[in-house]
């Protein structure tokens, strides 16, 4: 006799959301470990990362990430709607998620859009090595806080979807 539990849809499409945003939070570790140093650390002559025919740009990349975890994330919300609990939790993080998101609209994708514009030359400009450094450190804080949203939403897993409404 098979002994298995089957989780509602509602917890597991939260789940699905953390998941989602779990791996969503790892490519923006790793591209702010691994690349953010490496252009910001001496620009012009650091941003040849961003150079043609082999430049990175990873718009494509976060345009398709962000969209597919927010319509997860959405879906999860729909799910919960009636837990009451989950749904006022949900919704918090999604406030979150969505003034870090406009921050990045408004700050991060224009600021990098043109750095990525600037002819690579073999100096080093001082002021464009200060606006980078800001960049980055706001990319820091911005990172952090899309992890911790992401962790906010785990509690919400413990919540019992009956009699919530």
Not at 28 to 54: D, G, N, R
């Amino acid at each position: 006799m098979e002994n298995i539990y089957q989780y509602p849809r509602a917890t597991q499409w939260l789940f699905y959301s953390i998941c989602a945003y779990f791996i969503m939070n790892g490519a923006q570790v790793w591209e702010t470990v691994l690349m953010v140093p490496a252009w910001t650390a001496a620009p012009p002559a650091s941003l040849i990362f961003f150079q043609k025919p082999y430049g990175l740009d990873f718009k494509v990349f976060w345009i398709i990430t962000h969209g597919i975890h927010e319509l997860i994330f959405i879906t999860a919300l729909v799910f919960n709607w009636n837990v009451k609990k989950r749904r006022n939790l949900i919704l918090l993080i999604l406030a979150g998620h969505i003034a870090v998101r406009a921050w990045t609209l408004m700050y991060f994708a224009p600021a990098i859009i043109e750095f990525q514009a600037l002819p690579c030359t073999n100096t080093v400009d001082v002021f464009l090595q200060q606006k980078a450094a800001h960049w980055r450190n706001l990319n820091y804080i911005r990172v952090a806080i899309f992890f911790v949203l992401n962790l906010l939403l785990i509690p919400g897993l413990k919540i019992k979807e009956q009699n919530n409404a």
